[in-house]
């Protein structure tokens, strides 16, 4: 064996699991591995985020079928994601690259299909990137003139603008500079989610006055999208207006890939990022649905929900006291 034959014999065995796994695969390790399993869970979890997807789309799942439609299809929904996301699990398992999918498309399809796919990840990235960017500033600003007449009566879209620029700038220094800052931040961030999600569930079922029947919750249906007439039965209903429904939980439990794209930061990336992508599934549909039910049994006047535009803050409204509602400006 040649001296370069022995210095590369050598250096393969100084190699760790996760190098050695990405040697077979065709390149070297070029980021820390710093992220544990939890950190790699907690990224798709926290952009899940079923405190933000159950809030803002909860209207199209009233909208679209109500009651029955939410109770009986985030579970449904839910559990065809999970079995993406169980495919997908095995996927990071085999390739636990960064970058996930363009790599596994390349290889699985082809150049063209990786070169496709990460052309068309890397708009999507940036759009959602922007939207939620966007979305915590203008949170941001609401928020502010909630608690400030001042603030409230200088509101511009040009301010909106600028806090949206400087969230986006913090958000690129973090990603850049500090990986493990990134990491501590979806650990907190997992722990947020569940507290909070507690917290309005606990309120939900110890403050309302009386609560809607089990009857009502998984039956009553709502067609309030001005199609067909209304009508909640039926070929229309069922094919045309309630799938629009499925939008609450399509919409929300979505991210999920992050824990494949971080692979390369992960510590045993071939388990660890396999088993963050499909528990984040899963317990975001648990949690989900619990989140969802509560809002459902506090609804006190169906119709009233309806009239209002399927809007959580109705429910809210109708549920609790003044004592337990944001003050308004």
């Not at 996301?85 to 596994?104: D, F, H, K, N, R």
Request: charged share 10%; aromatic share 14%; hydrophobic share 50%.
């Amino acid at each position: 064996m040649t001296p370069r034959g022995k210095w590369k014999v050598a250096d393969t065995l100084r190699l760790n699991e996760d190098e050695q796994r990405l040697a077979e695969l065709g390149y070297k390790q070029e980021l820390r591995r710093s992220w544990s399993g939890f950190s790699n869970f907690a990224i798709s979890f926290s952009i899940i985020s079923i405190l933000a997807g159950c809030f803002t789309t909860f209207a199209v799942g009233w909208n679209n079928g109500g009651p029955a439609a939410i109770a009986w299809g985030w579970p449904i929904v839910s559990a065809f994601i999970l079995v993406i996301g169980l495919c997908m699990s095995e996927l990071v398992s085999a390739y636990p690259t960064s970058g996930g999918i363009y790599w596994w498309a390349s290889k699985l399809g082809g150049a063209k299909a990786g070169y496709y796919t990460g052309w068309l990840n890397l708009i999507g990235l940036l759009a959602i990137d922007a939207s939620v960017a966007y979305g915590c500033a203008t949170f941001f600003d609401l928020t502010l003139s909630t608690y400030s007449t001042s603030w409230a009566n200088g509101y511009s879209l040009s301010r909106v603008f600028l806090i949206f620029m400087i969230v986006l700038a913090l958000a690129a220094l973090v990603n850049i500079f500090s990986s493990q800052l990134l990491a501590i931040l979806n650990n907190i961030s997992v722990w947020w989610h569940v507290a909070g999600a507690a917290t309005v569930v606990a309120i939900l079922i110890f403050v309302p006055a009386h609560h809607a029947s089990v009857s009502a919750t998984f039956t009553d249906r709502v067609n309030n999208t001005g199609f067909i007439s209304g009508h909640t039965s039926g070929f229309g209903f069922l094919f045309y207006v309630l799938p629009l429904s499925v939008i609450l939980t399509q919409y929300t439990i979505t991210g999920y890939d992050a824990s494949a794209h971080l692979s390369e930061e992960t510590n045993k990336a071939a388990n660890s990022a396999a088993r963050g992508l499909w528990r984040s599934i899963f317990y975001s549909a648990i949690g989900g649905w619990i989140l969802l039910l509560s809002f459902l049994f506090a609804v006190q006047d169906e119709d009233g929900v309806t009239k209002g535009g399927g809007a959580v803050v109705v429910i809210f409204n109708q549920a609790l006291s003044s004592n337990w509602q944001a003050p308004c400006s």
